[in-house]
């Protein structure tokens, strides 16, 4: 029966019945997680938070956002590329996916530099992914002031260090190493951004508009998230400063914080925080411990709380190609 049927026929049927017949048996949105630095897709750890996930909104459909199908290349890929084209590389991917391109809304959830990778794939391609919820832990959404990467006794990655700090704002370190383009330059004086990091930052000035030239799709694609979700770790040694996961501004010398509200980039509303706050969607949260360190209690929270279906749901793929060949 369903052979007989044009595959677009079928489609077209599959969405005008959706709505009617559903209601019934409502899954959780999917959920995109994005990993951090040195992790990789495929990484154990990170499928025991997609498990967790399922666990707690049964049903979910879990996408672990790649690079490369293979882990290592993956990995490789959290160090080294235009994190421009990964974006790219990225929205292409999920808006060509079979489950996810069906599905009416997307929830996300990312890992310290994952964290700002998935606000700039919002910002950026929200004509063609369409997230509600976005979930931030540790992440370096003002930037990071210092390289505070490798493990003791690790010199691959002091080399790698070595690199990044020699020509932080060279077009080649720019274009090839990722932790570089959302590394943030303040002339701590007058707590403005350096004229070399707004010339020559490859992401984060971007996404941050911090230009004179705004883009206002990226405030109007950030503002129609439903909740953003901004996770920091109280005791992080790694990101610094820590406060970045909340966009605020850290004083290096004083260590005095201006927070978020207080910033331009608030204030002016260059990104779409402002309304997005103003609708009650923009969450401030800390958790303790040092960087990624996260139990399974403060993500089971997160899922209920953000993930639920209860809030957005859909029927998955499966059941509405299954109401079809039923009728
Ligand atoms: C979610 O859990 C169910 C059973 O609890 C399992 O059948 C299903 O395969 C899981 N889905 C994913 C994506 O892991
Ligand atoms: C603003 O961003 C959107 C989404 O990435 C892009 O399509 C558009 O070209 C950008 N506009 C400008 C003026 O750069
Ligand atoms: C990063 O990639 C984009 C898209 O290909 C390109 O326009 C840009 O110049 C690249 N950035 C650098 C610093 O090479
Ligand atoms: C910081 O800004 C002040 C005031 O504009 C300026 O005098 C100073 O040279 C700047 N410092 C650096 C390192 O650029
Ligand atoms: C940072 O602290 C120093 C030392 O107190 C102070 O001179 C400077 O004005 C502060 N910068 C900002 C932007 O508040």
């Known amino acids: 029966m369903l052979s007989l049927l044009p595959l677009s026929t079928l489609l077209l049927v599959t969405q005008a019945l959706a709505s009617p017949l ?66 790219a590389q990225v929205c292409n991917d999920i808006a060509e996916h079979d489950v996810l391109s069906q599905a009416p809304g997307l929830n996300a959830l990312g890992f310290s530099q994952g964290g700002q990778f998935l606000r700039g794939l919002i910002e950026r391609c929200g004509d063609r992914v369409n997230i509600k ?23 691959i990655c002091k080399g790698y260090i070595g690199l990044l700090k020699a020509n932080t704002w060279g077009a080649w370190v720019q274009g090839h190493l990722v932790p570089a383009q959302y590394f943030k330059t303040t002339n701590e004086t007058t707590g403005e951004p350096t004229d070399e990091y707004l010339e020559a930052s490859n992401f984060l000035a971007d996404i941050n508009n911090e230009r004179k030239l705004k883009n206002v799709t990226y405030a109007k694609n950030l503002a129609a998230l439903d909740n953003f979700v901004m996770y920091i770790f109280e005791d992080d040694t790694t990101v610094i400063p820590k406060e970045s996961g909340w966009f605020a501004y850290t004083n290096i010398t004083t260590e005095h914080v201006t927070p978020l ?43 209920k709380t953000y993930f639920s279906p209860a809030k957005a749901s859909w029927n998955g793929v499966f059941e509405s190609v299954q109401e079809i060949i039923e009728l």
Request: charged content about 25%; some cysteine; glycine content about 12%.
């Open 22 to 87: 559903t209601g019934t048996e409502s899954k959780p949105l999917p959920l995109l997680i994005w990993h951090g630095l040195g992790d990789n897709y495929a990484a154990d750890g990170l499928h025991s938070v997609g498990d967790l996930a399922n666990e707690t909104n049964p049903g979910t459909y879990v996408y672990y956002i790649r690079l490369d199908e293979d882990a290592g290349s993956d990995r490789s890929a959290t160090f080294l590329g235009n994190v421009t084209e990964q974006i």
């Open 261 to 303: 509200r207080e910033r331009d980039i608030y204030k002016e509303d260059w990104i779409g925080l402002k309304k997005l706050d103003e609708k009650g969607g923009l969450h401030f949260k800390t958790t303790e411990g040092g960087h990624m360190n996260l139990g399974d209690k403060v993500l089971k929270d997160v899922f």
């Open 133 to 155: 919820n976005l979930v931030t832990f540790g992440s370096q959404h003002n930037g990071i002031a210092k390289y505070q990467i490798c493990k003791d006794g690790d010199w």
